[in-house]
């Protein structure tokens, strides 16, 4: 099975900080990461699929990147409702595996 | 709009069974996959099974595999996830989630393809408890 590793676990970030999370498989993936947005107690959200494609409506301040096994997601600038816990997921093959998540906090 | 809404979640013993509902509306159901995707109190995402958009088909994650089982009423615009031999560990809210990868009547079949493995939408979730 394939093994996701997200970091950092949490971060502490001010509104228009630049904001960058990795995560790394334990094998080839190629392409097939997707990263989601959870709010404290809400579902989770689609942001990025196939590494790097922007999901409909999502802010333009939302950007992936990455091939292989090494991928990021990157918030060029924080907003107030930016803040919220990242998961990353590979979609290469099954069964489907996520990161543990990196929460995002108010510094 | 697009919306799933699930159900039939609640508080059951040990080693007893539980089925959850996922109804879905805002979208063909019949062409697409469909996803169940849990977490525990705390804790991370965990997905647990998937079925393909004519149910044919499905996968499951190493924990749940040989008891829960995945399917879907067509007719209906519903997925299910049945659950036998519950464990404490089953504990979670469970979410279903629509695959983002369209099947037409005949796409997905010349293609092999029949998942994309991403979600593109949850629902809000429905608890379960596994306690004596």
């Known amino acids: 099975d394939i093994q996701m590793t997200q970091s950092p676990s949490s971060l502490s970030a001010s509104v228009g900080d630049r904001v960058t999370i990795t995560c790394r498989a334990n094998q080839n993936i190629k392409h097939n990461l997707n990263w989601y947005q959870q709010e404290t107690g809400k579902a989770p959200k689609l942001l990025i699929y196939g590494a790097s494609s922007l999901q409909s409506g999502v802010p333009s301040r939302f950007s992936g990147s990455g091939s292989g096994a090494d991928f990021s997601l990157t918030i060029s600038s924080l907003q107030i409702e930016d803040f919220a816990t990242y998961f990353c997921?590979?979609?290469?093959?099954?069964?489907?595996?996520f990161g543990a998540g990196t929460k995002v906090e108010i510094k | 709009q697009v919306q799933l809404v699930e159900s039939g979640g609640g508080l059951v013993q040990p080693g007893r069974s539980l089925r959850l509902s996922c109804a879905a509306s805002g979208f063909t159901f019949s062409y697409y996959g469909m996803h169940w995707v849990r977490q525990a109190p705390g804790r991370g995402l965990e997905w647990v099974a998937i079925?393909?958009?004519?149910?044919?088909?499905?996968q499951y994650g190493d924990s749940v595999k040989g008891r829960f089982t995945i399917s879907r009423d067509n007719s209906k615009n519903i997925l299910y996830l049945q659950m036998n031999s519950l464990r404490a560990e089953d504990t979670a809210v469970y979410y279903c989630?629509?695959?983002?990868?369209?099947?037409?009547?005949?796409?997905?079949?010349?293609?092999?393809?029949?998942?994309?493995?991403?979600?593109?939408?949850w629902g809000q979730g429905t608890t379960v408890t596994v306690s004596s």
């Open positions: 989630a629509k695959d983002r990868l369209y099947c037409s009547r005949t796409s997905c079949l010349e293609s092999g393809v029949y998942y994309s493995y991403t979600m593109d939408v």
């Open positions: 079925t393909s958009y004519h149910g044919s088909y499905e």
């Open positions: 997921q590979q979609s290469y093959t099954s069964p489907l595996s």
